[in-house]
């Protein structure tokens, strides 16, 4: 009886078990069929999504290309051959690596970006550039070339600059420098591109120096559509003489550091070109002559004078006599004192129209001040660096007359918090102000400022971190001064290497946030685990 009673449970106990067996295998069974759906699900999903954008056009496709860093877009070309052939042909601008080692691979490069138009060729200055025989290859696949930008290519011959002239007709903008063809290279592009806008020629090696020069330009892009040229840092710049006189569209002229006397190649200029809107001299032999001459370009609106020594106010006043057009006015005196009271009277008699002023080196006094602030009503931008004339009592006059001021730069003048306390009741459309290398000025009185106009951006920097070479330095770029135009820093539209910038450093950030949650995440999961198996 005891012993049937016994089977009788063990029997029962064994149902149980395999009942519980066969639901923990049907449990199974049915998680690894949910498994299977829910990839299933993802799977169509991820399909649906590849097939939406296998029917998107490669306009829409490129467009977004367009709109990526360069990071980004190298590695969207990696996707899938779609992908790496729409951003390809996308690609309107490229910048390469300019050795000699380039040359085998061109033909690969520019079968995959058949759509450049704007090409830089940068080369390091301690290695072999490509020659004449790669740039020939490169504007055979590039014919409809707008831009090109040569450095340091220093393996390049008239030969090479003859080549890709012939190949490239639409060129608008070259920009050379550091490079060692010549004039007969030179006059090729001129010759052979009559569509060029744009020159800028820096440090080129091949121009015989002295009188035996070979003459560069006019040429038919003189003639046909040239409107800027820019020279810097040529032995015998003035080589360029018959080009500059020729351009009969010219209207913007730039000369840095170029050796010469150019009083003598002014007069011929203005004679014939005679819609010159912005001229730029700097560390060039020009004196009141050529100033003079320069004064009969009606049309000028910018002028930049940066240490020109033989400048004076005799010159100046020529300019602001006849030039009433001028909006922007730069001058560098280098502390020759030759550019003061007399000029800058001038200057407020006649531009009225007078926009932005910057003065390096110049000791203006309340006199001028006064009659700039009274008669110019439309300047919005001014600096006043290195002047030992410039004090508190020149600031609350600027405070009081300058309406229509926006953007004021002081630096190294003798201006202390009683001229920072005047700007806080005047300068109704102030909205910038920097203050550099001023000893009066303390964090307290900058501070006292900001609290009593919120609105206003002030940027104060002392120079006391700084050490004696580079504070004492005279050097354009210790006091250069640069405004940026107030319609994009009202806008608030960033340029393309800010935005560029910007959108990096948020991915940047986005994947460190995203990493951070991931390892968060993670951990979590790990302590589950293991506190669901402790317990």
């Given at each position: 009886?005891?012993?049937?009673?016994?089977?009788a449970?063990?029997?029962?106990?064994?149902?149980?078990?395999?009942?519980?067996?066969?639901?923990?295998?049907?449990t199974?069974?049915?998680?690894?069929?949910?498994?299977?759906?829910?990839?299933?699900?993802?799977?169509?999903?991820?399909?649906?999504?590849?097939?939406?954008?296998?029917?998107?056009?490669d306009?829409?496709?490129?467009c977004?290309?367009?709109?990526?860093?360069?990071?980004?877009?190298?590695?969207?070309?990696?996707?899938?051959?779609?992908?790496?052939?729409?951003?390809?042909?996308?690609r309107?601008?490229?910048?390469l690596?300019?050795?000699s080692?380039?040359?085998?691979?061109?033909?690969?490069?520019?079968?995959?970006?058949?759509?450049?138009?704007?090409?830089?060729?940068?080369?390091?200055?301690?290695?072999?550039?490509?020659?004449?025989?790669a740039?020939?290859?490169?504007?055979?696949h590039?014919?409809?070339?707008?831009r090109?930008?040569?450095?340091?290519?220093?393996?390049?011959?008239?030969?090479?600059?003859?080549?890709?002239?012939?190949?490239?007709?639409?060129?608008?903008k070259?920009?050379?420098?550091?490079?060692?063809f010549?004039?007969?290279?030179?006059?090729?592009?001129?010759?052979?591109?009559?569509?060029l806008?744009?020159?800028?020629?820096?440090?080129?090696?091949?121009?015989?120096?002295?009188?035996?020069?070979?003459?560069?330009?006019?040429?038919?892009?003189?003639?046909?559509?040239?409107?800027?040229?820019?020279?810097?840092?040529?032995?015998?710049?003035?080589?360029?003489?018959?080009l500059?006189?020729?351009?009969?569209?010219l209207?913007?002229?730039?000369?840095?550091?170029?050796s010469?006397?150019?009083?003598?190649?002014?007069?011929?200029?203005?004679?014939?070109?005679?819609?010159?809107?912005?001229?730029?001299?700097?560390?060039?032999?020009v004196?009141?002559?050529?100033?003079?001459a320069?004064?009969?370009?009606?049309?000028?609106?910018?002028?930049?004078?940066?240490?020109?020594?033989?400048?004076?106010?005799?010159?100046?006043?020529?300019?602001?006599?006849?030039?009433?057009?001028?909006?922007?006015?730069?001058?560098?005196g280098?502390?020759?004192?030759?550019?003061?009271d007399?000029?800058?009277?001038?200057?407020?008699?006649?531009?009225?129209?007078l926009?932005?002023?910057?003065?390096?080196?110049?000791?203006?006094?309340?006199?001028?001040?006064?009659?700039?602030?009274?008669?110019?009503?439309?300047?919005?931008?001014?600096?006043?660096?290195?002047s030992?004339?410039?004090?508190?009592a020149?600031?609350?006059?600027?405070?009081?007359?300058?309406?229509?001021?926006?953007?004021?730069?002081?630096?190294?003048?003798?201006?202390?918090?009683?001229?920072?306390?005047?700007?806080?009741?005047?300068?109704?459309?102030?909205?910038?102000?920097?203050?550099?290398?001023?000893?009066?000025?303390?964090?307290?009185?900058?501070?006292?400022?900001?609290?009593?106009?919120?609105?206003?951006?002030?940027?104060?920097?002392?120079?006391?971190?700084?050490?004696?070479?580079?504070?004492?330095?005279?050097?354009?770029?210790?006091?250069?001064?640069?405004?940026?135009?107030?319609?994009?820093?009202?806008?608030?539209a960033?340029?393309?290497?800010?935005?560029?910038?910007?959108?990096?450093?948020?991915?940047?950030?986005?994947?460190?946030?995203?990493?951070?949650?991931?390892?968060?995440c993670?951990?979590?999961?790990?302590?589950?685990?293991?506190?669901?198996?402790?317990?």
């Open positions: 009886m005891g012993q049937s009673v016994s089977t449970k063990l029997t029962s106990r064994r149902d149980c078990n395999r009942s519980q067996r066969s639901k923990s295998k049907s199974a069974l049915i998680g690894q069929m949910q498994a299977e759906e829910a990839e299933e699900v993802e799977r169509n999903s991820i399909d649906g999504l590849s097939d939406i954008i296998s029917v998107l056009p306009e829409c496709l490129a977004i290309f367009q709109s990526l860093t360069p990071g980004d877009r190298k590695r969207c070309s990696l996707v899938c051959r779609r992908w790496l052939r729409i951003e390809g042909q996308s309107h601008r490229l910048s690596n300019a050795q080692d380039l040359h085998p691979h061109i033909p690969s490069i520019f079968s995959r970006f058949d759509a450049v138009t704007k090409l830089a060729l940068k080369c390091d200055r301690r290695s072999v550039s490509i020659g004449d025989e740039l020939a290859q490169i504007s055979e590039c014919r409809n070339l707008t090109l930008k040569l450095r340091a290519c220093r393996d390049l011959t008239d030969a090479g600059m003859l080549a890709f002239a012939k190949n490239c007709k639409c060129l608008k070259l920009s050379c420098g550091s490079c060692t010549g004039a007969k290279g030179m006059n090729a592009v001129l010759d052979y591109c009559p569509a806008e744009e020159l800028s020629v820096k440090r080129l090696r091949g121009i015989t120096d002295g009188a035996a020069a070979e003459p560069i330009g006019p040429g038919v892009a003189a003639a046909a559509s040239l409107k800027s040229i820019c020279l810097k840092e040529l032995y015998n710049g003035q080589c360029f003489g018959p500059i006189v020729g351009a009969k569209n209207r913007s002229l730039k000369l840095f550091r170029c010469g006397d150019w009083d003598k190649l002014f007069p011929l200029i203005v004679d014939r070109v005679t819609g010159i809107v912005e001229i730029h001299m700097e560390r060039i032999q004196s009141d002559i050529g100033l003079t320069i004064s009969n370009c009606l049309n000028l609106e910018i002028l930049h004078l940066v240490k020109t020594p033989e400048c004076t106010n005799v010159g100046l006043g020529s300019v602001a006599e006849k030039c009433r057009l001028l909006r922007k006015l730069h001058i560098d280098w502390k020759a004192n030759r550019i003061g007399q000029g800058l009277i001038a200057v407020a008699k006649s531009c009225l129209n926009q932005e002023l910057v003065l390096i080196g110049v000791n203006p006094t309340k006199i001028s001040l006064e009659m700039l602030a009274s008669n110019c009503q439309n300047l919005e931008r001014l600096a006043l660096c290195g030992d004339t410039v004090g508190d020149e600031i609350s006059y600027i405070a009081l007359k300058c309406i229509a001021l926006k953007k004021l730069c002081i630096k190294s003048c003798p201006v202390s918090d009683h001229g920072m306390e005047a700007l806080a009741s005047g300068c109704p459309n102030l909205v910038k102000v920097k203050v550099k290398k001023c000893r009066g000025v303390t964090s307290e009185g900058v501070e006292w400022l900001r609290t009593n106009r919120g609105s206003l951006v002030i940027n104060l920097d002392t120079g006391e971190q700084l050490d004696a070479s580079a504070s004492d330095g005279g050097g354009a770029q210790d006091n250069g001064v640069e405004f940026p135009p107030m319609v994009a820093s009202q806008i608030g960033p340029s393309i290497a800010s935005s560029s910038t910007g959108r990096s450093t948020s991915h940047k950030l986005l994947g460190l946030l995203s990493g951070m949650s991931l390892v968060a993670t951990l979590r999961r790990f302590g589950n685990s293991n506190g669901s198996s402790q317990s």
